[in-house]
């Protein structure tokens, strides 16, 4: 497998099409309600679409990721994009660190600095990989199926191999999250350890006995994530081709469908705008439109969502648990799959996309994991 070094390139055609595609969106009547219930409301949709058009700076992303070293490696038969930053120090440890939907390798550009070159000796250094998942951001779309979980996993296994890397350390969230903990089972002969901020939990029997007042609010939270929060998951893991042609075709039905997940998952105070800037949702609204990844991000619904296996993870773990998270588990619920954990902290404040939503935190709780597992 070659490794080739890449670079993103946003095309004055590319530039024009989007425009002229947000500016003749044909919009929908208003939402019958005054709040998100119905999704995202139209004057807010219609509100980031003018400013994508005519006030978004175009070469932004291009710009952002250019300014790390990214690469392609065929794995497999499908192109992966990835980031890779070499630390100067000499004893970072390598980090791969894993995105889910409806995020992109943007979500982690605020850590790169912080994870790969400490500003003190006596903090942890990393070299890091991020890649982009199959199917997602500049990376290949697969043509047949297959590409689950613990495929990704495997391929990130070899990814890292391939790099150099014989032992390493992983992290995710979301479906990085579930790549994260399948690596953690499948290759433990390499992977020294993992940090999740989305661990992979299923609390049955006893687990459900004698409940601590987190953990009634987390049964609560996924009742809510079945009954209201959850369609978007119906849809994409039975019929992803079906919702792909809007997701593709219309920058305004990407907008709509994305950003109700930034409003649902973070800790924004009833705005996705208090917690993360427009430019930041349109980086990575970019990294799903300029490579027309609406469909072949959604198959991995398809493909994994309510599937898989179930294994325990030895390897030794560490979890972070923000109050937003979709799905939140208790220490004794984590214990129960991750039977190694060396690290547990629950937070305050933050939502389902850590690194992007609080950097600080994020960067800190990394460098206690990686202290509390060495």
Not at 115 to 127: C, G, I, T, V, Y
Not at 234 to 263: C, H, M, N
Not at 313 to 341: A, D, N, Q
Request: with cysteine; glycine share 8%; hydrophobic share 35%.
């Amino acid at each position: 497998m070659s490794v080739h070094s890449f670079e993103v390139q946003i095309n004055n055609a590319q530039v024009d099409d989007l425009r002229a595609r947000l500016l003749r969106t044909r919009w929908p009547e208003r939402e019958t309600v005054e709040d998100w219930s119905q999704g995202t409301p139209l004057a807010y949709v219609r509100e980031v679409c003018d400013y994508w058009a005519s006030e978004y700076d175009m070469s932004r992303l291009g710009q952002r990721l250019n300014s790390w070293p990214q690469f392609l490696t065929e794995i497999d038969g499908v192109d992966i994009h990835f980031l890779h930053i070499r630390s100067p120090r000499e004893d970072a440890q390598p980090l791969i660190m894993s995105h889910g939907w409806p995020g992109s390798v943007v979500e982690f550009l605020k850590v790169i600095e912080p994870l790969s070159n400490p500003d003190a000796a006596d903090l942890p250094a990393f070299h890091l990989v991020i890649p982009s998942l199959p199917g997602y951001g500049f990376s290949g779309k697969s043509e047949v199926t297959g590409w689950s979980v613990e495929k990704i996993s495997e391929a990130w296994a070899q990814l890292m191999q391939k790099l150099g890397y014989s032992r390493y350390f992983a992290q995710g969230g979301d479906w990085g999250g579930a790549i994260t903990t399948a690596i953690g089972s499948r290759d433990p002969a390499h992977c020294a350890g993992l940090h999740t901020n989305m661990p992979i939990v299923r609390p049955t029997g006893a687990m459900l006995e004698n409940l601590t007042d987190m953990e009634r609010d987390s049964l609560a939270g996924r009742e809510f994530y079945h009954r209201w929060d959850s369609g978007y998951s119906k849809q994409q893991s039975t019929r992803p081709q079906s919702v792909g042609y809007g997701l593709v075709d219309s920058p305004a039905a990407l907008a709509g469908w994305i950003l109700e997940k930034f409003y649902q998952w973070t800790d924004c105070n009833g705005h996705p705008e208090n917690v993360l800037t427009r430019d930041e949702l349109l980086d990575n609204l970019m990294m799903y439109w300029l490579p027309a990844t609406g469909a072949s991000s959604a198959r991995l619904y398809w493909e994994s969502f309510g599937k898989g296996e179930y294994k325990d993870v030895t390897v030794p773990s560490g979890v972070s648990i923000f109050p937003k998270e979709i799905f939140r588990s208790s220490e004794r619920w984590v214990r129960s799959r991750y039977t190694h954990l060396r690290f547990y902290r629950e937070h305050e404040r933050g939502g389902h996309f850590a690194a992007f939503e609080h950097p600080e935190t994020f960067v800190e709780d990394l460098r206690d994991w990686y202290t509390a597992i060495t």
